[in-house]
C-alpha cells in the first residue's frame, strides 16, 4: 500500500479522479447541445471542442505555482479547491442562463472557465500521485511497483466515473435539458469542493519535500529536469504521437447521428465501453504489464490505434454491415475502443515520468506533460478539421471520410520510426543518473 491506513488521501484523489471521469457526463450534453441546440457544423464543432482545452496549455505554470507557493501551509489541498470551485460556478452560470443569451462565444467562454479549474484540479491531483508514488511503505517494494499501484488507482477511479457519467449522459440527454445536466454536474462539484475543504494536507502524511523552492527556482527546476535527455526525448515523442495524427472526431460524431441515425444512448454506451476497456486496461496493467520496457508497451499501443483506424475504414465503406453486425454494435465496441486507445499510452508514460522525475519538481514535470498532450490534442483536432476539408467532408457530403481515416491511420504509424527515444530500462536509467550525479 501506498497510503497507510486511515490516510484520506486515497478516497480524497479516489473521489477527485471519479469526478474527473464523470465529467463526460456535462460534455455528452454540451455536444449534442452544440449541434442540436445552435445548430454548428461538424468542423466548427470540433473547433469549439479543442479551443475549449488551451487552458489546459498552462498546466507547467500552475504545477510550478503549486510545487513552490505554498497557500496557508499547504501546497496540493488550496489548488484543488480553488479549481473545483471554479468549475461548479461555470457550469452552474452555464445552466442558469437564459436560452436566449446562450450564444457560441458565451458558451466558450465559460467553457474555457471550466476546463481552467479542471486543469488546476488535474495539475494537483497528478502532483499528488506523483509525490506519494515515490514512497513506499516497504523497502521490498519497488520504486515502480508503488508509483504503478497507485497510478493503477486512480486510473480505475476515473475509469468508473467515465462509466456512470457516459452511461447517465447517453440516458438523460434525450429525456433532459442540457441545462438540467449542467446543473446537476455543478452540484457534484459542488460535493466534492465541501470534501476536499474539509481535509487539511498534514493529515495525508506526504513525504517532506526538502526542495521548497520559490518560483523562479522552480522554473530553473522544471527547466534542468527538461534538459535531461531520458526526459527530453520521451516527451519529444510522447507529444509528436498525438500531434502527428488529424483526429476526425466531429465528422465521425455526426456520421453517427446524422448519417446513420444513431440514438445519443447508443454513442453514450460506446463511451462507456471505452471506459470499461480503460478500468480493464488499468488493472491489467497494474497487474501484468507494468513490468513490461516501456517502449515496448508504449508502441505496441500506438500500432493498434493505427488498426483500429482502418477497421473503422471497412464500417464507413458498410462492409460489416454486409456481413451482419449492425452500426450500433459496431459503434458501441469497436468505436469506444479507439477513443479510448488515445489515452491508454497516457498510464504506462505517466508512470515512466514519475520515475525519471527529480524529487522537488513532480507538480511541474507532471503538469508539463498533461499541459504537452493538451496542446497536442488541440492541434491534431485543428489538423482534423484542415484534413477533412482536403478530402471534402461536412455534414452532408461524408463521400471522402473513408479516405480521410486511410490518412489518419497512416500518420498514426509514422512516430513508430523514432520510438526509440522512449527509454526501455528505466532502472539502468537511474542508476547512470545516480552515477552522474554522484561524480
Not at 441546440?37 to 468542423?43: F, T
Not at 479543442?50 to 487552458?55: D, E, Q, R
Not at 471550466?114 to 509525490?131: K, Q, T
Not at 497507485?150 to 435539458?177: C, K, Y
Amino acid at each position: 500500500m501506498v497510503c497507510s491506513a486511515g490516510n484520506p488521501l486515497r478516497p480524497l484523489l479516489g473521489f477527485g479522479f471519479f469526478v474527473q471521469g464523470f465529467r463526460g457526463f456535462a460534455w455528452m450534453a454540451v455536444t449534442f447541445f452544440l449541434k442540436d441546440g445552435l445548430n454548428v457544423d461538424p468542423s466548427t464543432l470540433q473547433l469549439l471542442q479543442n479551443s475549449a482545452n488551451l487552458p489546459m496549455v498552462g498546466k507547467p505554470l500552475y504545477g510550478i505555482l503549486s510545487d513552490a507557493v505554498y497557500l496557508r501551509g499547504q501546497h496540493r489541498i488550496p489548488y484543488i479547491a480553488i479549481g473545483v470551485l471554479l468549475q461548479a460556478v461555470s457550469w452552474f452560470v452555464i445552466a442558469l442562463l437564459p436560452l436566449s443569451n446562450v450564444s457560441i462565444i458565451t458558451i466558450s467562454i465559460f467553457l474555457l472557465l471550466g476546463n481552467f479549474g479542471a486543469s488546476i484540479v488535474e495539475v494537483a491531483n497528478d502532483a499528488l500521485v506523483a509525490e506519494t508514488g515515490k514512497q513506499g511503505s516497504s523497502p521490498k517494494k519497488s520504486q515502480s511497483s508503488s508509483s504503478g499501484e497507485l497510478q493503477s488507482f486512480v486510473w480505475m477511479a476515473a475509469s468508473i466515473g467515465g462509466i456512470l457519467g457516459n452511461l447517465l449522459g447517453g440516458i438523460t440527454v434525450e429525456s433532459f435539458s442540457a441545462q438540467a445536466m449542467f446543473l446537476a454536474f455543478g452540484l457534484l462539484l459542488t460535493i466534492q469542493f465541501f470534501i476536499t475543504a474539509s481535509v487539511h494536507e498534514n493529515s495525508l502524511n506526504l513525504p517532506r519535500n526538502s526542495s521548497n523552492f520559490g518560483i523562479q527556482k522552480q522554473f530553473k527546476e522544471l527547466s534542468l529536469a527538461l534538459q535531461k535527455p531520458e526526459i527530453a526525448y520521451s516527451l519529444a515523442w510522447f507529444a509528436s504521437s498525438y500531434a502527428i495524427i488529424p483526429v476526425l472526431t466531429g465528422t465521425m460524431f455526426f456520421y453517427q447521428t446524422q448519417h446513420l441515425r444513431l440514438d445519443s444512448s447508443v454513442l453514450g454506451l460506446s463511451k462507456v465501453f471505452g471506459q470499461a476497456a480503460m478500468l480493464l486496461w488499468s488493472m491489467i496493467y497494474n497487474k501484468r504489464l507494468k513490468l513490461i520496457p516501456p517502449r515496448k508497451l508504449i508502441s505496441s499501443v500506438q500500432a493498434t490505434m493505427a488498426v483500429f483506424m482502418l477497421s473503422d475504414v471497412l464500417f464507413v465503406k458498410g462492409i460489416y454491415r454486409n456481413l451482419g453486425v449492425p452500426d450500433s454494435v459496431y459503434v458501441v465496441v469497436f468505436s469506444g475502443l479507439l477513443e479510448v486507445l488515445f489515452q491508454f499510452k497516457v498510464l504506462p508514460f505517466s508512470v515512466l515520468m514519475a520515475q525519471l522525475c527529480p524529487p522537488g519538481c513532480e507538480g511541474s514535470l507532471m503538469a508539463f506533460l498533461m499541459s504537452a498532450i493538451a496542446l497536442t490534442t488541440i492541434v491534431s483536432g485543428y489538423l482534423g478539421v484542415v484534413l477533412a476539408s482536403y478530402v471534402g467532408v461536412s455534414g452532408d457530403d461524408l463521400e471522402g471520410l473513408p479516405r480521410g481515416i486511410l490518412i489518419q491511420a497512416a500518420c498514426t504509424l509514422i512516430p513508430l520510426f523514432w520510438s526509440s527515444w522512449i527509454p526501455s530500462d528505466v532502472k539502468s536509467q537511474q542508476k547512470k543518473n545516480k552515477k552522474e550525479k554522484h561524480y
